[in-house]
């Protein structure tokens, strides 16, 4: 009878236990982290509308007069001007060059971070020039740029390019000298010698410094768009700001800049989740 009541127990206890349901408090936690993001710009919007709705001679618009035009700029109807329903062409454009420029500054700043970082020979002659350089704003580069690439998009890439280029760079620098020297150690007891070690030990241990570098480059891409689109094109989220700004269409210059401030954030979420995929052993990237 005790042996009977026993196996019944040990039955009972080696059965699998059927999933819980999802309790409310995952869901709380699930919806929590977007509410808590939302709650700043919230904030910022309502103090907007308190300080500048009913003033007739305000130069900034209320948060529904932006609404209204970005509403405009993005399907027409309202306005029915030069803006209406364009800014599709002008954030075409403005992503061409901002990945235009950035897809140079990767080509150019990998390979030179990755040398300078690795080859001391290299790193004396070329480090303490772009050290020299790096200091200098990209709006100091707008006339050259203009002189040697003309008015047009190719100084707006060129322009982007050098926004990303040092950021980029230093990254990658950065990433390359910081390597542990143990894991040399260990690779070369495990046969790993030569160039052999470049990209099974220095490339994989900087990869999350180079991300961030990335991060980094494509953001200072963004910020660097306006300045580059202050060279004569006529399409770009730069150019309509420029030109809002001289017709005191304040509004517009606004919108502009939340759709900037928009294609910034969906653009470093890209690269952000592409370097989560490619680094998911590394505990040092978020």
Same mark, same amino acid.
């Given at each position: /009878?005790?042996?009977?009541?026993?196996?019944?127990?040990?039955?009972?206890?080696?059965?699998?236990?059927?999933?819980?349901?999802?309790?409310?408090?995952?869901?709380?936690?699930?919806?929590? #982290?977007?509410?808590?993001?939302?709650?700043?710009?919230? /904030?910022?919007?309502?103090?907007?509308?308190?300080?500048?709705?009913?003033?007739?001679?305000?130069?900034?618009?209320?948060?529904?007069?932006v609404a209204i035009e970005?509403?405009?700029?993005?399907?027409?109807?309202?306005?029915?001007?030069?803006?209406?329903?364009?800014?599709?062409?002008?954030?075409?454009?403005?992503?061409?060059?901002?990945?235009?420029?950035?897809a140079m500054a990767c080509?150019?700043?990998?390979?030179?971070?990755?040398?300078?970082?690795?080859?001391?020979?290299?790193?004396?002659?070329?480090?303490?020039?772009?050290?020299?350089?790096?200091?200098?704003?990209?709006?100091?580069?707008?006339?050259?740029? /203009?002189?040697?690439?003309?008015?047009?998009?190719?100084?707006?890439?060129?322009?982007?390019?050098?926004?990303?280029?040092?950021?980029?760079?230093? #990254?990658?620098?950065?990433?390359?000298?910081?390597?542990?020297?143990?894991?040399?150690?260990?690779?070369?007891?495990?046969?790993?010698?030569?160039?052999?070690?470049?990209?099974r030990v220095v490339l994989?241990?900087?990869?999350?410094?180079?991300?961030?570098?990335?991060?980094?480059?494509?953001?200072?891409?963004?910020?660097?768009?306006?300045?580059?689109?202050?060279?004569?094109?006529?399409?770009?989220?730069?150019?309509?700001?420029?030109?809002?700004?001289?017709?005191?269409?304040?509004?517009?210059?606004?919108?502009?800049?939340?759709?900037?401030?928009?294609?910034?954030?969906?653009?470093?979420?890209?690269?952000?989740?592409?370097?989560?995929?490619?680094?998911?052993?590394?505990?040092?990237?978020?």
């Amino acid at each position: /009878m005790t042996l009977t009541t026993e196996t019944r127990t040990s039955t009972v206890s080696e059965a699998p236990a059927s999933p819980a349901p999802r309790s409310h408090s995952a869901v709380f936690a699930s919806l929590k #982290n977007p509410a808590i993001a939302a709650l700043f710009p919230l /904030m910022v919007v309502v103090i907007w509308h308190l300080a500048t709705y009913g003033r007739k001679y305000s130069l900034i618009p209320p948060p529904s007069e932006v609404a209204i035009e970005l509403y405009d700029l993005a399907f027409g109807g309202i306005w029915n001007d030069a803006y209406s329903r364009t800014i599709h062409i002008h954030l075409l454009a403005s992503v061409s060059r901002v990945y235009g420029g950035f897809a140079m500054a990767c080509v150019v700043a990998l390979p030179l971070g990755l040398m300078i970082g690795r080859l001391p020979f290299v790193r004396q002659l070329l480090d303490p020039t772009f050290q020299v350089l790096r200091p200098i704003p990209v709006t100091a580069w707008l006339p050259l740029a /203009m002189i040697i690439f003309g008015l047009g998009p190719r100084s707006a890439v060129s322009l982007v390019f050098l926004g990303a280029f040092y950021p980029i760079l230093i #990254n990658t620098i950065f990433g390359v000298r910081t390597v542990d020297v143990r894991l040399f150690e260990a690779a070369s007891m495990l046969g790993c010698q030569g160039t052999a070690q470049f990209f099974r030990v220095v490339l994989p241990a900087s990869l999350p410094a180079i991300f961030t570098g990335l991060r980094l480059g494509l953001g200072f891409a963004w910020v660097v768009i306006v300045v580059g689109e202050m060279t004569g094109v006529q399409t770009g989220l730069g150019a309509i700001i420029m030109e809002a700004r001289q017709l005191s269409r304040t509004e517009i210059v606004i919108s502009g800049m939340i759709v900037i401030g928009i294609a910034g954030f969906i653009s470093d979420r890209l690269v952000l989740m592409l370097g989560k995929h490619l680094l998911r052993w590394s505990p040092n990237f978020a």
